[in-house]
Nanobody
Framework: QVQLVESGGGLVQAGGSLTLSCAAS????????MGWFRQAPGKEREFVTA????????YYADSVKGRFTISRDNAKNTVYLQINSLKPEDTAVYYC?????????????????WGQGTQVTVSS
């Protein structure tokens, strides 16, 4: 069992930056693929980015490439999402998730554990 707790969300002006964190419980964090998803009001949850167990591979949605950076620190059981050049359309609840599988990490159903989410609101 893994518990995930996101933090770092908030209200930011367009063009600003945020760093989201996701702290995981358990001693097997380093074996999980970790992902970030987001869900805007009235929309489905969508893939944002994912990182392999050792950080060697990363995956990004086209809409965030060049602005978002995922990283992880296995010693701290934490995955990070650095968000730069924020846009109003980035407004959403951001969720981190953990997956046993490294196959198709952009697929929501691949993930076994989810955090409760953290709200990011970008004002124009």
């Amino acid at each position: 069992q893994v518990q995930l707790v996101e933090s770092g969300g908030g209200l930011v002006q367009a063009g600003g930056s945020l760093t989201l964190s996701c702290a995981a419980s358990g001693r097997t964090f380093s074996t999980y693929v970790m992902g970030w998803f987001r869900q805007a009001p009235g929309k489905e949850r969508e893939f944002v980015t994912a990182i392999s167990w050792n950080g060697g591979r990363t995956y990004y949605a086209d809409s965030v490439k060049g602005r978002f950076t995922i990283s992880r620190d296995n010693a701290k059981n934490t995955v990070y999402l650095q968000i730069n050049s924020l846009k109003p359309e980035d407004t959403a609840v951001y969720y981190c998730a953990a997956s046993y599988s490294d196959s198709s990490p952009w697929v929501t159903q691949r993930y076994d554990y989810w955090g409760q989410g953290t709200q990011v609101t970008v004002s124009s």
